[in-house]
Every structure is written in C-alpha cells, then in structure tokens.
C-alpha cells in the first residue's frame, strides 16, 4: 500500500511565502502531482513531478526528491484566495498506476 | 472550468434508496475516474472506465457500480444507500488509459443521505 502524509493545517501571512510538505512512501513510483481544492469545489491540477528537482509555474513551484520520498508545494506571494485545501498525490505504476491521495492541507490566508 | 460536467450538483435522498449519478468527460478524453471524498476519508478512487471498459477498481462498494456509454459519459450507481455514504462524489477524466496523464476533475455531486 502506500502512506501519504501532509499536515493537516497551515496559516500563512497574505504577502508571504509558504512550504507545504508531503511525504510518501510507495514500491513503485510514478509521479506526484499536486492539486489545490477550495471548499466544496473540485479540485483543480497545479503541478506534476516525475523527475528530482523544482518545476515552476508562476507564483507556485513543486519540488519532489524520489530518493526521500518528499515533496513540497511553494507558494509565493500569497494572496487571500489561495486559502484552500492543497492535496499531494502519488501515482504507483505497482497499483494499477492509481492516484492514492493524502487528506490535505488546508491553508489559510490572513491579511 | 476543467470541461468535466456532472449532474445533479446536490442530491438528497433516504437511506436503502438508490441514486445515479452522471458524467461527461472533456472532449476527447476516453478515461473516466469516479472518486468519493467525505470529511474524514478525504478523497478515495473508487473506479475507473477507459472506451467503456472497467480498468482499475479502487475502494468500491459492492452496492456501488459504474459504467460507461459509448458516448463515453458515465454513470455511477449507488444503492441501498446508507448514512455513511453521504459525501462528495467527483468524477474525473483523462486522455488515455495508461494513467500517467493528468486527470482533471468535475464540480462534483454532494450526495446527502438522510
């Protein structure tokens, strides 16, 4: 099976930058995308790492190092609508290559 | 908007009844995922339809059931509903079968049972 962890809550300052972790542990990697859900909407794709390192997509940036088993969603310049629910999820080619979701974080932005 | 449709947006219903739930891929995706997400689960796959062939089945009910239409919509059939099963019910699609694509998700069907 796999086990995906993220923290449950985050509060972050409207103007700053913010780290949300997630760390996995899967026989057969595939893949880590990140996606951010706002309550009782649908969650929409951010970023997709399959390879170590940093991808960049304006103010969000995902890192993903396989040999840890980590990774992290970066958010800058945060601005009050990015307070939301963030999901990690990991795809393992061993599981039929699924997406196994971790709960979530949920950020919240203050002025 | 991701393209994916589903419909209702809300459904409230009995327990022991049962209730189907629709949707509509982006055009051109020909794979459809069904995903439930209730407040202490968060969000679980439930089954996955490629062409209108089951592919993959995840923590799925046996009161639970799926299928896809040549038109490649999709349904999702929950009976003998109990209070348990009241949750978000999203469906989502992709390009292709072999699941390295990004899948993109529906607004969702909240589904209160009472």
């Known amino acids: 099976g796999q086990n995906i962890d993220q923290p449950t809550e985050m509060t972050a300052t409207e103007g700053a930058i913010v780290q949300i972790n997630c760390t996995y542990q899967t026989s057969g990697f595939n893949g880590l995308f990140w996606y951010q859900q706002h309550a009782g909407e649908a969650p929409t794709f951010l970023s997709y790492n399959v390879l170590d390192g940093l991808e960049e997509k304006g103010r969000f940036s995902s890192f993903l190092s396989r040999s840890k088993g980590y990774s992290y969603l970066l958010l800058k310049e945060l601005q009050m609508k990015d307070s939301a629910s963030y999901l990690c999820a990991v795809r393992d080619q061993n599981a039929g290559n699924m997406l196994t979701f971790g709960g979530g974080t949920r950020l919240m932005v203050k002025p | 908007d991701s393209g994916v449709t589903q419909t209702p947006k809300h459904l409230i219903t009995a327990t022991g009844q049962r209730v189907t739930l629709r949707c509509s891929p982006r055009?051109?995706?020909?794979?459809v995922y069904w995903y439930q997400q209730s407040l202490d689960q968060g969000l679980q796959f439930l089954i996955q339809?490629?062409?209108?062939?089951?592919?993959a089945k995840g923590n799925i009910l046996e009161r639970f059931s799926a299928q896809q239409f040549p038109d490649l919509h999709s349904e999702l059939n929950l009976s003998s509903l109990e209070l348990g099963d009241s949750a978000l019910y999203f469906c989502?699609?992709?390009?292709?079968?072999?699941?390295?694509?990004?899948?993109?998700f529906g607004p969702g069907t909240r589904l209160t049972v009472l």
């Open positions: 339809y490629y062409n209108g062939e089951e592919r």
């Open positions: 055009s051109g995706d020909l794979s």
């Open positions: 989502a699609s992709s390009v292709s079968e072999i699941n390295t694509d990004t899948q993109y």
